[in-house]
């Protein structure tokens, strides 16, 4: 463009393709002096409405309250800001953002392997995978692998299959059938438990192990004591007619 120096045509290139890529110059809300309009929607500390008044005037109100300006809403007319402890506000949604990212579930599919005749030791094995993969809400795509004559027989397969499905449905139920695909026989198996539900039970686990408490004691030792009470409890008599 003329009149245009190369840098300057370089830096709108740059910021054009940057949001292209479906990013943002800047994410941070404009705060204090950065404001750059006449008058404000201001919304007091505890939420409360001020009303319309100049910018100058927020922000003599944001020095006599010892706190920040902020633009929570820049595209309304005029441009809502709020009175707010800038640094504590960042502070507390970085500690929800990360608390949410650990909470969230990924449905994640682990993979077992088998042969048609896997002998008993190995079959154990590999089903005490399979169980503690559902116990963690994970899906498990099981692969029986045919080699040579096995191709031939893949009732064998069929059968592992059906036999390992059963062994633990407790803890989780055919999602897909099980089918051929070339050498392979593949099946999957979905969790009865959410993932959500499994990762709150680990978490309790580990809190209860570092406590130095057993839930399956506690909860025992509870079922006792009612028994006792009952127990101890004197018998009803009928009411008289």
């Not at 009303?51 to 005029?78: F, M, S, T």
Request: aromatic residues 4%; charged residues 30%; positive net charge.
């Amino acid at each position: 463009m003329r009149g245009w120096s190369h840098q300057t045509l370089a830096a709108v290139c740059q910021s054009a393709a940057w949001c292209y890529r479906g990013g943002s110059i800047s994410a941070e809300p404009r705060i204090n002096d950065r404001i750059r309009v006449p008058e404000v929607r201001l919304v007091g500390p505890s939420g409360e409405q001020v009303g319309i008044v100049p910018l100058a005037k927020a922000l003599e109100l944001a020095q006599e309250y010892d706190l920040d300006l902020v633009e929570v809403a820049a595209n309304a007319r005029p441009p809502v800001c709020k009175l707010m402890d800038y640094g504590k506000f960042k502070y507390e949604s970085a500690m929800k953002a990360r608390e949410a990212r650990k909470n969230q579930a990924h449905t994640v599919i682990k993979e077992m392997k088998l042969r048609p005749k896997i002998d008993p030791h190995d079959y154990d094995t590999k089903k005490g995978h399979v169980v503690r993969f559902l116990k963690q809400g994970d899906k498990v795509k099981i692969t029986i692998m045919f080699r040579g004559r096995e191709q031939s027989r893949p009732e064998l397969g069929y059968r592992l299959l059906q036999r390992l499905a059963s062994d633990v449905e407790d803890l989780g139920f055919i999602e897909s059938n099980p089918k051929q695909d070339g050498r392979n026989m593949i099946m999957v198996l979905g969790p009865h438990k959410k993932k959500t539900e499994a990762m709150a039970e680990a978490r309790e686990a580990q809190a209860a192990r570092k406590a130095g408490r057993d839930p399956k004691a506690e909860a025992l030792a509870e079922a006792e004591a009612d028994a006792e009470l009952q127990a101890e409890a004197p018998a009803e008599t009928p009411a008289e007619g």
